[in-house]
T-cell receptor, first 113, second 113 residues
């Protein structure tokens, strides 16, 4: 089944404790991206990747890191999480080298205490 | 700064009627627009997209209209069904500049039986 998977789905952590949210797609997609969703703010793009070893900042990249060592994986890293990073996170991918017709993962709900 | 926004945060529609969801954008350089549907507890799902060289595009029961003069985008859903109840997001991209995608805050559509 073609899909985007994220792990974990739910995470409660404390301020400053490094964490990684994994994202994997099995569709051989070029473009991958991370978004956060907060009430009243819609989805805001954190980082995106056009292809392996190519990553670029979205609108809200501060406090996040990403890597794209393999085409299928695009992990989101929070080196020192803070409470303002409490949010619902979505990973997405699309076949072409751009943000068109993205397939979204199920989301990761992160709480930072 | 540039932003993408929706005219109304909520829309209530009678089952079987047509729905119209509006979106205003402010970046005149945007040349790609996309609509997503998000059901409760799920990730966004692609509905339809349109490029700036078009003013109308039709899909299955959906039509997107683009008016570049007034920077307005709309999504029309024909014969609205209970399964259409969701949050709808418009998003924009300027392919000439980058591959970021900017989302509006969303409109919640509720279908009345």
């Amino acid at each position: 089944e073609a899909q985007v998977t994220q792990n974990p789905r739910y995470l409660i952590t404390v301020t400053g404790k490094k964490l990684t949210v994994t994202c994997s797609q099995n569709m051989n997609h070029e473009y991958m991206s991370w978004y956060r969703q907060d009430p009243g703010l819609g989805l805001r793009q954190i980082y995106y990747s056009m292809n392996v070893e190519v990553t670029d900042k979205g609108d809200v990249p501060e406090g996040y890191k990403v890597s794209r060592k393999e085409k299928r994986n695009f992990p989101l890293i929070l080196e020192s999480p803070s409470p303002n990073q409490t949010s619902l996170y979505f990973c997405a991918s699309s076949l072409a080298g751009g943000p068109n017709e993205q397939f979204f993962g199920p989301g990761t709900r992160l709480t930072v205490l | 700064g540039e932003s993408v926004g929706l005219h109304l945060p909520t829309l209530s529609v009678q089952e079987g009627d047509n729905s119209i969801i509006n979106c205003a954008y402010s970046n005149s350089a945007s040349d790609y627009f996309i609509w997503y549907k998000q059901e409760s507890g799920k990730g966004p799902q692609f509905i339809i997209d349109i490029r700036s060289n078009m003013d109308k595009r039709q899909g299955q029961r959906v039509t997107v209209l683009l008016n570049k003069t007034v920077k307005h985008l709309s999504l029309q859903i024909a014969a609205t069904q209970p399964g259409d109840s969701a949050v709808y997001f418009c998003a924009e991209n300027d392919w000439k500049s980058d591959y970021k995608l900017s989302f509006g805050a969303g409109t919640t559509v509720t279908v009345r039986a």
